[in-house]
């Protein structure tokens, strides 16, 4: 596919979808970061990550806040049309979470044997559930998930299947653009989802959702959101890419100093950027979440990380274990050349060239991720990895 996009004149045109992990882009934007690196940049807000990878694809969007799963499909060619993606730049790990509605949650908590905060007892909690039902005759519980090749849908996934549960079998797992998560759960469509912030605190808010796990619960570190453009304009482009990837590490800096969130919220919650409270995004980025309606609170150190702990530098190991969960549902087949190609999109060596790291430690998971469930992974062994779970397309 040629670059149709690069030679068009005028601002930078950047796709965002109304989430706190656009943060670093928006902050990058609305603080004039970007324009320092003298750069001019029209940011368009989308509903759904599909327009978003279509239109970046095509050249329409010069670069775009992006699903991480969906940079690496795009360039391995699952699921659509094959074009080669490069991530530079990390917009955020972690930051989703599981909501269910709280007939739900009264379920999952009745059958539960042990501690519900602990993701391997609230997946075989689960398990009991959807047994009960499939006795009972009734129709298999509903969960949404923003898209077939997203974090949200591999952590469903991963959690659903630690207790025993088929996502493919047991329930009906469906695609919900972020916006439309709450009124789905309010109008009974789905019996819960796992979204990105703030739209879990909104079902909160409203009564009609409990938060059961953090993104966090189920991976130490997860790669959610990345900052992408099209290999072909990275090429083209490479003073603009710098100064953006520059621009964007000042933003992350600047949002990750407590004394700055009030302004970061307020930034985030204007209509043409995320649309909520600003309160809700307040609470977000202090990890300090109330996940029920009674006012039940549960902090987390790393509920969302934007900016530190090396949160901007891509980690390839990140991009091949998401390609494994791609190998493990059976979106793709397992070839060394995928996994390579997988771990290629994420390009630490365009961050350090752009940022010149500050040699900051960060201190990772043994295997970079920190799952709470199964086997250490190892990029050299997807194979092995992927087998090691009972629960798996074969």
Partial sequence: MSDVGQSRPGALQIGFIPLADAAALLVAVDKGFVAAEGLEVALIREVSWSNVR??????????????????IASSLGIG??????????????NGNAITVSPALYAQLASDADGDLANPLVSAKALA?????????GQEPLTLGMTFPFSTHNYQLRFWMAAGGVDPDEDVRL??????????????????????????????VDLGIGRILHFSADILARGAEKVFAVREAWAARNADALMGLIRALQKAADFIEVAGNHREVAA????????????DVIMRTLEGRLKVAQDGTVRAHPDYMLVGRNGATRPDPVQAAWLYAQMVRWGQTTLSKDKAALAMAVYRPDLFEQAVKNSGTVTLLPSDHVGAFDGPAFDPAAIAEYVNAFPIRRR
């Fill in 54 to 71: 279509d239109k970046l694809n095509l050249g329409l969007f010069d670069a775009a806040h992006l699903l991480a799963p969906v940079a």
């Fill in 267 to 278: 930034l985030l919650a204007k209509p043409d950027r995320i649309g909520v409270e600003a």
């Fill in 174 to 203: 469906v695609v919900l653009p972020p916006p439309f998560m709450v009124e789905s759960l309010a109008n009974g469509h789905v019996d819960g989802f796992c979204v990105g912030a703030p739209w879990n605190s909104v079902a």
């Fill in 128 to 136: 009991r559930v959807v047994a009960a039902r499939r006795t009972a």
């Fill in 80 to 93: 659509h049309v094959k074009v080669p993606i490069v991530a530079p730049f990390n917009l955020g790990l």
